[in-house]
Each structure stands twice: as C-alpha cells, then as structure tokens.
C-alpha cells in the first residue's frame, strides 16, 4: 500500500496472506453482507455501504 499523505512517504508492500479476503453479497436492495473467507461463524451486514475508490 502506498501512503502519499505524508512528506517524504514510503510504499509498503503487503503480501496477500496479510489480506482476509472478504466477499459481498447484496442480500436485498437495502442490505449488504460480508463475509470473510474460512470463518464460518462471521458475518457482517449494513443497510448503509459506500463504494471505496482507489
């Protein structure tokens, strides 16, 4: 990831283990899920989420 906030900012570079992979689901119009991949027992759903822009 690369901090550009910051005077004299550094790149750090995360690996894809240190990553949860997360999945999304629209479970209605209103509702958005997510779920992270191997936890079986976690869940978390919103009625407001936002799109990230990078």
Same mark, same amino acid.
Do not use: L
């Given at each position: 990831?690369?901090?550009?906030?910051?005077?004299?900012?550094?790149? *750090?570079? $995360?690996?894809?283990? /240190?990553?949860?992979?997360?999945?999304? @689901?629209?479970?209605?119009?209103? +509702?958005?899920?997510? *779920?992270? $991949?191997?936890?079986? /027992?976690?869940?978390?759903?919103?009625? @407001?989420?936002?799109?990230?822009? +990078?």
């Amino acid at each position: 990831m690369e901090t550009t906030d910051a005077p004299g900012s550094t790149t *750090t570079a $995360e690996t894809p283990d /240190d990553t949860p992979q997360v999945s999304v @689901c629209n479970a209605t119009p209103d +509702r958005t899920v997510f *779920t992270e $991949e191997g936890n079986e /027992d976690g869940w978390i759903a919103t009625d @407001c989420s936002v799109a990230v822009t +990078r």
